[in-house]
Structures are given as structure tokens and as C-alpha cells.
């Protein structure tokens, strides 16, 4: 993959390597499919929070390729079949998973109130 920006999220040579960069191209494919539609705002919180995953320092590969791996998990469903009770579960997995991490916290948060908006 090397340094370079998929459609959404640049990835640098410090991630490859490292980290599951298929989770990272599904993201993103992901994020296109959703912008323009009504599910926008939920595809800008994914892209920032994939982002801000790739970005982080100090944080072991492994919670990284979780948390990504989540992540994908939620793009997918919230571009195909948009089961609530399974969003909301992933939501809360990679809220537990982004203990203390503020960054990622803060964004998740946003996520969450997009994803609740999109719901009604």
C-alpha cells in the first residue's frame, strides 16, 4: 500500500506493516458508497475515526487491528443492511475498546450521535 490516500484516508509506511490494510480499503470504500446519501455525516465520523486509529501513537498494532476491524464492521453494515441492534453493538465494542484514548473517544461520540440521527 505504502504512503499514500485511498479515496478518504491517507495511510503512511509507519501503518503498513503493521496493520490490516484490507480492513482500511474496505473503510474507505465504505465511506465513499455512504457520502451523498443519508448516511453522509455517519461516512465524515468514520473516515475521521479511521483516521485517527491509523494516526495514534503508542498504541500497540493489535488494539489497532481491532479496533479497525470493528470499524469495518460498522462501514459495512451501515452501507448494506443496517441492523440497529447490531450497529449499536459494534458502536459499544469499539467504545470499549478506545478506553483511553480521547481522540478516539471524542469521535466516537460524534459517530454515535450520527449513527442515533440516522435512526431517529
Known amino acids: 500500500?505504502?504512503?499514500?490516500?485511498?479515496?478518504?484516508?491517507?495511510?503512511?509506511?509507519s501503518n503498513v506493516g503493521l496493520l490490516n490494510t484490507g480492513n482500511v480499503r474496505k473503510i474507505d470504500a465504505a465511506i465513499t458508497?455512504?457520502?451523498?446519501?443519508?448516511a453522509d455525516q455517519i461516512a465524515h465520523q468514520l473516515r475521521q475515526l479511521t483516521q485517527a486509529?491509523?494516526?495514534?501513537?503508542?498504541?500497540?498494532?493489535?488494539?489497532k487491528d481491532s479496533l479497525l476491524e470493528l470499524v469495518q464492521s460498522l462501514s459495512d453494515q451501515i452501507v448494506r443492511e443496517r441492523k440497529q441492534s447490531v450497529?449499536?453493538?459494534l458502536l459499544?465494542?469499539?467504545?470499549?475498546?478506545?478506553q483511553g484514548l480521547a481522540?478516539?473517544?471524542?469521535?466516537?461520540e460524534g459517530l454515535t450521535a450520527a449513527i442515533r440521527n440516522l435512526f431517529g
Not at 1 to 13: A, E, K, Q, R, Y
Not at 33 to 38: E, L, M, P
Not at 53 to 63: F, H, N, Q, T, W
Open 1 to 13: 500500500m505504502g504512503n499514500g490516500t485511498l479515496n478518504n484516508i491517507h495511510v503512511t509506511n
Open 33 to 38: 458508497i455512504a457520502q451523498g446519501t443519508d
Open 53 to 63: 486509529i491509523l494516526d495514534v501513537k503508542g498504541l500497540e498494532s493489535s488494539r
Open 87 to 89: 450497529i449499536m453493538a
Open 92 to 98: 459499544k465494542s469499539i467504545e470499549d475498546r478506545a
Open 103 to 108: 481522540a478516539i473517544s471524542t469521535i466516537v
